[in-house]
């Protein structure tokens, strides 16, 4: 038995191809607001939100649709003005993808829930055999040594059945069918705990993104995944300030001012 704690990567982001921006830019006549990004806000995460919001008024500049007199200059204010109006949809077109490591199923089955806007690729215990079962522990859990010496004898023991059970059904010896692995494998995960710590990619877009790390880290949350969104909001909070520069941060419940937009 290992102990583990929860850990979050991002591991891509949106990337923009800014000559072909500028080539549709120059045949609807918007050059001047890649001008603007140019001049350091080369966020791209928030220039594809910003340009897939101008694109619907065509409001690179003003007069370029006789109905816009006036536009938001500012980056900042425009995609705050995206998320006061609720025009999430926008914010569908930027995507992330992040490791979730050692994190339990326990946490992996209320993940899933949530589907709008989200891929989800996680590590298979059909076909990877368990030799260890990796654990985290919350503190106040390692603060009481009667629970951590019954729960650890007690994960000892399942780890022990697993490389019992291995043994038992001659997985390693030559010429077993991978199927036959895949079968015995798929049974003997049975006997992993809900608590097993396990891996998997998550990705999801901004407007997905900001429901759930609202919803999973609400103080009625359960306490695993408040921690994980809790990273997420960390690492969205730094990529993109002005798509997450929204939330009050107390005691780890991130509030957004403006709710699923
Ligand atoms: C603190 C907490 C406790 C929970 N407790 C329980 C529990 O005890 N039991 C339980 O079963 N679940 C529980 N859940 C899960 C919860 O009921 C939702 O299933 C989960 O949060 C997914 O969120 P969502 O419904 O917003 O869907 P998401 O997939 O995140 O979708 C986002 C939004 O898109 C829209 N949407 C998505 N799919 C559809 C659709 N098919 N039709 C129409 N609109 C759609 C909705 O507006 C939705 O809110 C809990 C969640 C939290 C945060």
Redesign the pocket.
């Known amino acids: 038995m290992r102990h583990v704690t929860p850990l979050v990567r991002l591991i891509a982001r949106p990337e923009l191809d800014y000559d072909e921006v500028a080539a549709y830019l120059a045949e609807v006549g918007g050059e001047r607001w890649l001008e603007r990004a140019d001049r350091g806000e080369l966020d791209d995460a928030q220039n594809l939100a910003e340009f897939a919001g101008r694109i619907c008024y065509r409001s690179w500049e003003p007069g370029l649709n006789p109905n816009v007199t006036r536009i938001r200059t500012e980056q900042s204010a425009y995609l705050q003005n995206i998320l006061s109006s609720a025009h999430g949809s926008v914010l569908e077109h930027v995507n992330f993808s992040f490791v979730f490591h050692h994190v339990s199923r326990v946490a992996t089955h209320?993940l899933v829930?949530?589907?709008?806007g989200t891929a989800v690729s996680q590590e298979s215990l059909r076909f990877v055999r368990l030799d260890d079962l990796p654990f985290w522990f919350p503190d106040w859990a390692e603060q009481d040594s009667e629970l951590m010496e019954r729960a650890t004898a007690l994960l000892q023991q399942m780890e022990e059945f697993q490389g019992w059970m291995a043994g038992h059904f001659g997985l390693d010896e030559e010429g077993v069918k991978f199927g036959e692995k895949k079968a015995k494998t798929s049974f003997m995960r049975r006997f992993a705990p809900e608590g097993l710590a396990t891996g998997l990619v998550w990705t999801a877009n901004v407007r997905?993104l900001r429901?759930?790390i609202e919803?999973?880290t609400?103080a009625?949350?359960e306490e695993e995944i408040r921690l994980i969104f809790g990273q997420v909001g960390e690492l969205m909070a730094k990529e993109a300030p002005a798509l997450f520069g929204d939330y009050d941060v107390t005691e780890g419940a991130w509030t957004p001012k403006y709710h699923?937009v």
């Open positions: 209320e829930r949530h589907r709008a997905t429901h759930v919803s999973r609400a009625g949350a699923k």
